[in-house]
């Protein structure tokens, strides 16, 4: 079963828009993982945020964390027709080291 | 530093047979994790190994096995292959507890087609 759910599922922009994805989760976490794939490829770490930790950046990246409401969001600013691929949102639970739950993903396309 | 390696990159195995899958972990890392990926999907934690020890499973059934040795290499083991067993198979690998920064590093994957 998975644990995040990634929204929208997928998601079309122009270069030069912002992208925003959203991920909800069930249960209590250690930090929560963006990682990106390009199509069917291996995966790449993008950025991590605890559970005590509210807003991180990185670049043109921008993770909100709200463990309230458990759900997290990815912020990608001035896309590129590079940024397309798929983005998915894995938490790691508490107790669980290392070991990390994934979401579906949201498959992001940005148009020249 | 090398990063995670995977092999064979794809395969074709009819069901019924059984498939070996290989990963190589980052230098200097000793926990490395299997998931499996199906298509349209997320990956979905199969094991995971800590210094040669299983440390952890997911909800895969027992034809699910694997192996890690003294240099932190990994195996993948799949019996009796079905149908939906086709899937990319990922590794990742992390470094031991304290360097650990929760972030793990993948291979490239191996995609699996079993018909």
């Known amino acids: 079963s998975q644990q995040g759910e990634e929204d929208p599922q997928a998601l079309s922009i122009q270069e030069g828009e912002n992208a925003t994805m959203n991920c909800s989760y069930k249960t209590s976490i250690n930090n929560l993982q963006w990682y990106r794939q390009n199509s069917g490829r291996g995966l790449v770490h993008l950025i991590l945020i605890r559970s005590n930790e509210r807003e991180k950046h990185s670049g043109r990246l921008r993770v909100t964390l709200d463990t309230s409401k458990k759900s997290s969001s990815l912020l990608i600013t001035a896309s590129r027709a590079a940024d397309t691929a798929s983005y998915f949102c894995a938490t790691e639970l508490s107790g669980g080291y290392n070991k990390l739950i994934f979401g579906a993903g949201t498959r992001l396309a940005v148009h020249p | 530093e090398t990063g995670v390696t995977q092999s064979p990159t794809h395969l074709i195995k009819t069901r019924g047979q059984q498939v070996t899958l290989r990963c190589s972990s980052q230098s200097g890392h000793n926990t490395v994790s299997w998931y499996q990926q199906a298509l349209g999907q997320g990956p979905q934690f199969i094991f995971q190994y800590y210094r040669e020890e299983e440390n952890g499973r997911g909800n895969f059934p027992p034809r699910f096995s694997g192996l890690q040795f003294p240099n932190y290499s990994s195996e993948l083991n799949v019996n009796a292959l079905e149908l939906d067993d086709s899937a990319l198979y990922l590794c990742?690998?992390?470094?031991?507890?304290?360097?650990?920064?929760?972030?793990?590093?993948f291979g490239e994957g191996s995609r699996l087609t079993v018909l």
């Open positions: 990742a690998s992390s470094p031991g507890t304290t360097k650990n920064t929760g972030e793990l590093f």
